[in-house]
Nanobody, 117 residues
Framework: QVQLVESGGGLVQPGGSLRLSCAASGITFSTYAMGWYRQAPGKQREFVARITSGGSTIYSTIYADPVKGRFTISRDNAKNTVYLEMNSLKPEDTAVYYC???????WGQGTQVTVTS
């Protein structure tokens, strides 16, 4: 059974930082590229970032334009976990954040990020 458990969200002021985690089980984690997505109220789920698969420590990453230079995706295959470091947060980053093994329909429950003063 595949499980994805996102955590690390919370309430933060504009300009603040958060680090999200997504712990995966039930899949061979290292063989999947992993993505982060988000869904704001009343909007469709959108892509945030993706990191390639593999057993090395060198990965390729790609980011959506709104988060480039502010967010960093990383992974730890030994812990079956993908991370999203979010800096310089803006109110428009407010959303529920989800992780997803690329090309699968597996989703976790998400973690809420709220950026407000």
């Amino acid at each position: 059974q595949v499980q994805l458990v996102e955590s690390g969200g919370g309430l933060v002021q504009p300009g603040g930082s958060l680090r999200l985690s997504c712990a995966a089980s039930g899949i061979t984690f290292s063989t999947y590229a992993m993505g982060w997505y988000r869904q704001a109220p009343g909007k469709q789920r959108e892509f945030v970032a993706r990191i390639t698969s593999g057993g090395s420590t060198i990965y390729s990453t790609i980011y959506a334009d709104p988060v480039k230079g502010r967010f960093t995706i990383s992974r730890d295959n030994a812990k079956n976990t993908v991370y999203l470091e979010m800096n310089s947060l803006k109110p428009e980053d407010t959303a529920v954040y989800y992780c997803n093994p690329t090309f699968t329909t597996y989703w976790g429950q998400g973690t809420q990020v709220t950026v407000t003063s």
